[in-house]
């Protein structure tokens, strides 16, 4: 067993497989992350205050601010017009690391194919929360720092008919409602995949990890297209008898590209431009869903003012990588104890807000809220994004070259759609005109007087929310693109385990929703090749030239 991405999803699955007794191989075109893997980026500020530690920047959620930003040079891919996290761990070493339990509502209404359904699901999902658990908390001694924007935004948003529920019980609790964000820390650290699934993976003789090991195509059977027989690195081929495509959105389908699998159109540019061997029709597999259906969330984000700045004090933790600022006590309390504010990202509160579309009372939409920390004294900013029940859609082309772009002339997935952008300025103008009337807040941003028309808000959307949020999901659709045991139509034994499956944006943040859709997959998959124990495979991942 290949599979080609160690992200959320493939760190899931590989190891899934492996624990059933499969060998599993599972490769990553970038370098480690956490120091536990072999990444070694510490700061070097920090090791000249606290010598010998071992903290790197992809471990402590306080690096956040300087490891999301795309112009870091080993970490993002650059193939495509996206920011794609391409090392050990991928989207899940450098996010937020936000684990929010995707509700029932939205896996029947995204999903509800047979064996997809909102309780099928429930077990994966029961899987993924027993090894990385979620937790209100960062800091490891179970304390929230620098909260005041929870304690202030609380009755703010009960005011205008939001409820406050416990988000790590009331799972299922995402309409209407809001509570303490939820994370997927360990011990004050990073967890995720990384910790929750790789390392019992690590410790199977049965499971190998490569690192630097970028796959250029998969490799099909010279006697039937159809049958994949492994997959190419550095030119030589690594056999195998199953492929398991996890390595994200953008670049599954570009290797489903180089592939020969795709719509005819790009199957011919790849072989015009050189990028594949799969030069002649006769070796295409034509599957016309590959690269369809992208989508994400668009975000803006809402500025307010307290009118008591003293009452919510700001925290700022952006120099924390470049030792710039950095209050000595937090640093001690988090190189000595895994403790206090440089243990988080600031992020303190999350609620999910429901809008309906004027012109059809039948078409709901969710739009997801994030609370922060205030970078200054008195702000409170929020993340406003649309999410669930999003319509807007993109598709994902090739050029000469092999670099990716979007397809038609829309460009990317936000807004497109009338109805999306109605909806999100319905919402936005019920949450702008109920917290302006809520004592001692003030609205900074954005500055639309109240009572505006509805299109007053659809305009300042257009401009400050049509753009991506990284949570890219789609391009080779679950039940199109491949079969309901992810089994990529037109193929006898490549399948696709990733977000790529996903037919429509997420309630939340995407990364529990992927570790689930992983554990699905890796059942169906060990299902259809016997259970595991049965298909033991050599140990031979010495790549040979076919």
């Known amino acids: 067993m290949i599979v080609v991405g160690a992200g959320a999803a493939g760190i899931v699955a590989a190891t899934r497989f492996a624990e059933a007794g499969l060998e599993t191989l599972l490769l990553e075109r970038g370098g480690p992350t956490l120091h536990r893997d072999g990444g070694r980026e510490i700061p070097e500020w920090s090791l000249e205050a606290y010598p010998n530690n071992t903290i790197t920047r992809f471990d402590a959620m306080g690096y956040y601010y300087s490891n999301r930003r795309s112009t870091e040079p080993s970490y993002y891919c650059s193939n495509a017009p996206a920011q794609m996290a391409c090392e050990l761990g991928g989207g899940t070493a450098v996010n937020a690391e936000q684990q929010l339990w995707p509700p029932s509502r939205y896996l029947d209404d995204a999903f509800g194919f047979q064996d997809w359904t909102a309780a099928d699901f429930q077990p994966a999902l029961q899987r ?13 001694d179970n304390k929230h720092y620098f909260d005041e924007v929870y304690d202030i935004m609380t009755p703010v948003l009960t005011s205008i008919g939001m409820k406050e529920v416990d988000t790590t019980t009331a799972v299922d609790s995402k309409y209407n409602t809001f509570g303490r964000q939820i994370h997927a820390a360990s011990e004050g650290f990073r967890g995720g995949p990384l910790v929750g699934y790789l390392q019992d993976a690590k410790k199977l003789p049965n499971f190998t990890l490569r690192l630097g090991d970028a796959v250029e195509h998969v490799v099909h059977s010279p006697d039937d297209p159809a049958r994949m027989i492994g997959v190419s690195v550095k030119g030589n081929t690594i056999t195998a008898p199953t492929v398991v495509l996890s390595a994200g959105v953008w670049n599954t389908v570009s290797l489903l590209f180089t592939s020969g699998v795709g719509p005819a159109a790009e199957l011919r540019t790849a072989s015009d431009g050189d990028i594949t061997p799969y030069t002649s029709p006769s070796s295409w597999i034509v599957n016309d869903a590959v690269g369809q259906e992208l989508h994400d969330n668009p975000p803006t984000s809402v500025g307010m003012a307290w009118h008591k700045p003293d009452e919510l004090p700001a925290f700022d933790p952006s120099g924390l990588f470049t030792g710039r600022n950095i209050n000595k006590e ?198 259809l090749l016997g259970g595991g124990n049965q298909v033991r495979q050599s140990r031979r991942w010495l790549a040979s030239v076919v």
């Open 128 to 140: 993924v929360a027993k090894r990385i658990p979620q937790t209100s908390y960062w800091s490891a």
């Open 330 to 527: 937090y640093a001690d309390m988090l190189f000595h104890n895994r403790s206090g504010p440089y243990t988080g990202t600031g992020r303190q509160l999350v609620g999910w807000l429901p809008a309906t579309d004027p012109k059809n009372s039948s078409l709901e939409m969710v739009i997801q809220i994030i609370c922060s920390t205030p970078s200054f004294n008195g702000s409170i900013g929020c993340q406003f994004n649309l999410n669930e029940g999003a319509l807007s859609r993109a598709s994902i082309t090739l050029d000469r070259s092999g670099r990716l772009a979007f397809g038609g002339s829309d460009g990317g997935p936000w807004l497109t759609d009338p109805r999306d952008l109605r909806v999100y300025a319905v919402a936005l103008k019920t949450f702008l005109e109920g917290v302006s009337k809520y004592p001692g807040i003030s609205v900074t941003k954005p500055r639309i007087p109240s009572g505006s028309p509805l299109e007053d808000y659809e305009d300042w959307l257009q401009v400050n929310a049509a753009h991506s949020n990284n949570h890219w999901g789609g391009g080779c659709v679950l039940g199109s693109c491949t079969d309901l045991d992810t089994r990529v139509r037109g193929t006898q034994n490549l399948f696709v385990v990733d977000g790529s499956l996903t037919p429509a944006p997420t309630t939340s943040n995407p990364a529990f929703l992927y570790e689930g859709v992983a554990e699905m997959a890796a059942d169906k998959i060990l299902k």
